[in-house]
Protein backbone atom coordinates (compact mmCIF):
# COMPACT_ATOMS: atom_id res chain seq x y z
CA UNK A 1 0.00 0.00 0.00
CA UNK A 2 1.14 3.41 -1.04
CA UNK A 3 1.83 5.90 1.70
CA UNK A 4 -0.59 8.96 0.99
CA UNK A 5 0.89 10.78 4.09
CA UNK A 6 2.92 13.79 1.89
CA UNK A 7 -0.32 13.96 -0.45
CA UNK A 8 -2.99 14.75 2.62
CA UNK A 9 -0.54 16.97 4.46
CA UNK A 10 0.16 19.20 1.30
CA UNK A 11 -4.29 18.86 0.84
CA UNK A 12 -4.04 19.86 4.43
CA UNK A 13 -2.03 23.51 3.97
CA UNK A 14 -5.16 25.59 3.70
CA UNK A 15 -6.78 24.09 7.05
CA UNK A 16 -7.72 26.60 8.82
CA UNK A 17 -9.58 25.16 11.61
CA UNK A 18 -9.38 28.62 13.93
CA UNK A 19 -11.53 30.65 11.40
CA UNK A 20 -13.50 28.11 9.57
CA UNK A 21 -16.14 25.44 10.76
CA UNK A 22 -15.66 21.84 8.06
CA UNK A 23 -18.39 19.50 7.31
CA UNK A 24 -17.46 16.36 4.86
CA UNK A 25 -20.39 15.29 2.34
CA UNK A 26 -20.44 11.33 1.51
CA UNK A 27 -22.58 10.75 -1.38
CA UNK A 28 -23.21 6.49 -0.98
CA UNK A 29 -24.92 4.32 -3.25
CA UNK A 30 -27.85 5.09 -0.59
CA UNK A 31 -27.71 8.86 -0.39
CA UNK A 32 -26.06 12.13 1.37
CA UNK A 33 -24.72 11.77 4.62
CA UNK A 34 -23.32 15.42 5.93
CA UNK A 35 -21.23 15.10 8.97
CA UNK A 36 -20.25 18.02 10.91
CA UNK A 37 -16.39 17.98 12.75
CA UNK A 38 -15.31 18.57 16.11
CA UNK A 39 -12.49 20.30 15.13
CA UNK A 40 -12.29 21.32 19.03
CA UNK A 41 -11.43 17.87 20.91
CA UNK A 42 -10.10 16.32 17.74
CA UNK A 43 -7.78 18.49 15.34
CA UNK A 44 -5.39 15.66 14.16
CA UNK A 45 -8.18 13.46 13.42
CA UNK A 46 -10.16 16.30 11.58
CA UNK A 47 -7.29 17.62 9.78
CA UNK A 48 -6.66 14.17 8.48
CA UNK A 49 -9.86 13.65 7.42
CA UNK A 50 -10.35 16.62 5.40
CA UNK A 51 -6.94 15.64 3.83
CA UNK A 52 -8.00 12.54 2.24
CA UNK A 53 -11.14 13.56 1.32
CA UNK A 54 -9.53 16.52 -0.16
CA UNK A 55 -7.53 14.25 -2.27
CA UNK A 56 -10.31 11.93 -3.23
CA UNK A 57 -8.80 8.88 -1.27
CA UNK A 58 -12.58 7.81 -0.36
CA UNK A 59 -14.21 8.08 -3.46
CA UNK A 60 -15.07 4.43 -4.61
CA UNK A 61 -14.60 2.92 -1.35
CA UNK A 62 -17.16 0.20 0.38
CA UNK A 63 -18.55 -0.33 3.65
CA UNK A 64 -17.04 -3.07 4.19
CA UNK A 65 -18.53 -3.68 7.56
CA UNK A 66 -21.62 -2.82 9.40
CA UNK A 67 -22.97 -4.22 12.72
CA UNK A 68 -27.04 -4.00 12.92
CA UNK A 69 -27.61 -1.70 15.70
CA UNK A 70 -24.17 -0.41 16.34
CA UNK A 71 -22.05 1.05 13.33
CA UNK A 72 -21.28 1.24 9.85
CA UNK A 73 -17.70 0.87 8.71
CA UNK A 74 -15.67 2.32 5.33
CA UNK A 75 -12.33 3.51 4.73
CA UNK A 76 -10.30 1.03 4.16
CA UNK A 77 -8.45 0.92 -0.10
CA UNK A 78 -8.87 -2.97 0.10
CA UNK A 79 -11.94 -3.07 0.89
CA UNK A 80 -12.07 -5.94 3.70
CA UNK A 81 -10.76 -3.94 6.59
CA UNK A 82 -6.97 -4.15 6.22
CA UNK A 83 -6.07 -1.45 4.91
CA UNK A 84 -4.85 1.98 5.30
CA UNK A 85 -3.24 5.32 4.06
CA UNK A 86 0.10 4.13 4.87
CA UNK A 87 0.52 5.93 8.04
CA UNK A 88 -0.96 6.10 11.29
CA UNK A 89 -2.19 8.82 13.71
CA UNK A 90 -2.42 9.79 17.18
CA UNK A 91 -5.30 9.24 19.56
CA UNK A 92 -7.37 12.03 20.37
CA UNK A 93 -9.81 10.28 23.15
CA UNK A 94 -12.13 13.22 24.18
CA UNK A 95 -16.03 13.22 26.66
CA UNK A 96 -17.75 12.96 23.56
CA UNK A 97 -20.28 10.29 23.69
CA UNK A 98 -20.48 7.53 20.88
CA UNK A 99 -24.16 7.72 20.22
CA UNK A 100 -26.49 7.19 16.48
CA UNK A 101 -24.74 9.52 14.14
CA UNK A 102 -21.29 10.19 15.80
CA UNK A 103 -18.11 9.74 13.31
CA UNK A 104 -14.88 7.78 15.06
CA UNK A 105 -12.29 6.38 14.40
CA UNK A 106 -11.60 2.83 13.53
CA UNK A 107 -8.14 1.34 14.77
CA UNK A 108 -6.48 -1.93 15.96
CA UNK A 109 -5.67 -2.79 19.71
CA UNK A 110 -3.00 0.05 19.59
CA UNK A 111 -4.90 3.41 20.08
CA UNK A 112 -2.44 4.82 17.98
CA UNK A 113 -3.07 3.29 14.69
CA UNK A 114 -6.11 4.73 12.86
CA UNK A 115 -5.48 5.88 9.31
CA UNK A 116 -8.33 6.04 7.12
CA UNK A 117 -11.06 3.91 8.50
CA UNK A 118 -13.85 5.10 10.32
CA UNK A 119 -17.03 4.27 11.40
CA UNK A 120 -20.69 5.84 12.23
CA UNK A 121 -22.31 4.68 15.10
CA UNK A 122 -25.67 3.65 14.34
CA UNK A 123 -26.59 3.49 18.36
CA UNK A 124 -25.92 4.17 21.84
CA UNK A 125 -22.11 3.02 22.52
CA UNK A 126 -20.99 3.66 25.74
CA UNK A 127 -17.96 1.01 25.61
CA UNK A 128 -16.40 2.90 23.29
CA UNK A 129 -16.21 6.58 25.33
CA UNK A 130 -12.89 7.36 25.46
CA UNK A 131 -11.38 4.40 24.06
CA UNK A 132 -12.21 5.76 20.66
CA UNK A 133 -11.67 8.97 19.09
CA UNK A 134 -14.99 10.57 18.22
CA UNK A 135 -14.23 13.55 15.55
CA UNK A 136 -17.67 14.29 14.31
CA UNK A 137 -21.86 14.00 13.92
CA UNK A 138 -24.44 13.91 11.42
CA UNK A 139 -25.43 16.94 10.33
CA UNK A 140 -29.01 16.54 10.33
CA UNK A 141 -31.94 13.86 10.46
CA UNK A 142 -31.48 13.83 6.72
CA UNK A 143 -28.09 12.43 7.20
CA UNK A 144 -28.89 10.19 10.40
CA UNK A 145 -31.48 8.76 8.35
CA UNK A 146 -29.30 7.56 5.48
CA UNK A 147 -26.81 6.04 8.32
CA UNK A 148 -29.54 4.40 9.87
CA UNK A 149 -30.47 3.36 6.71
CA UNK A 150 -26.84 1.81 5.76
CA UNK A 151 -27.09 0.37 8.86
CA UNK A 152 -29.74 -2.37 8.48
CA UNK A 153 -27.99 -3.51 4.81
CA UNK A 154 -28.00 -7.21 4.72
CA UNK A 155 -24.94 -8.82 5.82
CA UNK A 156 -23.00 -12.21 5.57
CA UNK A 157 -19.52 -13.38 6.78
CA UNK A 158 -17.54 -10.67 8.39
CA UNK A 159 -20.57 -8.03 8.87
CA UNK A 160 -19.63 -7.50 5.28
CA UNK A 161 -22.96 -6.08 3.41
CA UNK A 162 -24.51 -8.71 0.72
CA UNK A 163 -25.02 -5.94 -1.79
CA UNK A 164 -22.37 -3.71 -1.81
CA UNK A 165 -22.82 -0.10 -0.82
CA UNK A 166 -19.82 2.49 -1.07
CA UNK A 167 -18.85 6.08 -0.83
CA UNK A 168 -19.35 7.39 -4.68
CA UNK A 169 -17.34 10.35 -3.99
CA UNK A 170 -17.01 12.73 -1.10
CA UNK A 171 -16.10 16.14 -0.45
CA UNK A 172 -15.05 19.23 1.98
CA UNK A 173 -17.04 21.72 2.65
CA UNK A 174 -15.73 24.84 4.63
CA UNK A 175 -17.04 28.05 5.89
CA UNK A 176 -16.05 30.61 7.87
CA UNK A 177 -16.58 30.89 11.42
CA UNK A 178 -19.22 33.37 12.61
Not at 33 to 62: C, E
Not at 75 to 89: D, K
Not at 100 to 124: E, H, K, W, Y
Request: glycine share 8%.
Amino acid sequence: MANRQAEVLAAQKDLDLEKKTYQIELDTTMGKILLDMFADVAPGHVKNILGLTKIGYYDGIIFHRIIPNFMIQVGCPLGNGTGGPGYTIKQEFNAKPHEPGVLSMARTNDPNSAGSQFFICTARVPHLDRQYTAFGKTADAASLDIVMKLGSVPTGANDRPRTEVKINSAKVIEKPKT
